[in-house]
T-cell receptor
Framework: GAVVSQHPSWVICKSGTSVKIECRSL??????MFWYRQFPKQSLMLMATSNEGSKATYEQGVEKDKFLINHASLTLSTLTVTSAHPEDSSFYIC???????????FGNGTRLTVT | GQNIDQPTEMTATEGAIVQINCTYQTSGFNGLFWYQQHAGEAPTFLSYNVLDGLEEKGRFSSFLSRSKGYSYLLLKELQMKDSASYLC??????????FGPGTRLSVLP
């Protein structure tokens, strides 16, 4: 149980374009999902907390207008990287949990390369 | 503040036992979690402790001492495929997860 699916697995886009990443909880409902970014050989960095039916909560230093998060249902959250630049190239990973005391389960991640 | 500390790198031999330590100082405590992350992949959940003591799951065991702010992950009968990063995370204040920097384990033949 507690499977999280993330799509796409990898994407290459040109500077200035936007990219949407989907995160789905397949066998449970998640009122909260979490978006992380990870640069090579570094630890996970929490970008934002996605809340179903309300606005996302962004960590300090993360631009909410650049990283748009929508949590339209109890099983789907999307992250849109707008006007992408090469420095946005990274590994983006979503996660969710069954309840607030349960382990986080991660999607397979999306490797974004901006050329 | 919140702080989680782990050794940066460790090396061990195939078939051996290795212990990866984690110390933490966090606001609130709702559990300590261990994840394995292979290079280029997302983390996968291994084990967690809410109460003091040892939790055993096959070749992996995790120990917690809340009074000392200390946990370890024990890997037995090491295999080459165990070469990965191991992340310690605390579910703390507000039920928010805080991840440690990770320990990169290399298993040598």
């Amino acid at each position: 149980g507690a499977v999280v699916s993330q799509h796409p697995s990898w994407v290459i886009c040109k500077s200035g374009t936007s990219v949407k990443i989907e995160c789905r909880s397949l066998d449970f409902q998640a009122t909260t999902m979490f978006w992380y970014r990870q640069f090579p050989k570094q630890s996970l960095m929490l970008m934002a907390t996605s809340n179903e039916g309300s606005k996302a909560t962004y960590e300090q230093g993360v631009e909410k207008d650049k990283f748009l998060i929508n949590h339209a249902s109890l099983t789907l959250s999307t992250l849109t990287v707008t006007s992408a630049h090469p420095e946005d190239s990274s590994f983006y990973i979503c996660s969710a949990r069954v309840d607030r005391l349960s382990p986080l389960h991660f999607g397979n991640g999306t490797r974004l390369t901006v050329t | 503040g919140q702080n989680i500390d782990q050794p940066t790198e460790m090396t061990a031999t195939e078939g051996a036992i290795v212990q990866i330590n984690c110390t933490y100082q966090t606001s609130g405590f709702n559990g300590l979690f261990w994840y394995q992350q292979h290079a280029g992949e997302a983390p996968t959940f291994l084990s967690y402790n809410v109460l003091d003591g040892l939790e055993e799951k096959g070749r992996f065991s995790s120990f917690l001492s809340r009074s000392k702010g200390y946990s370890y992950l024990l890997l037995k009968e090491l295999q080459m495929k165990d070469s990965a990063s191991y992340l310690c995370a605390v579910n703390g204040y507000g039920q928010n997860f805080v991840f440690g920097p990770g320990t990169r384990l290399s298993v040598l033949p």
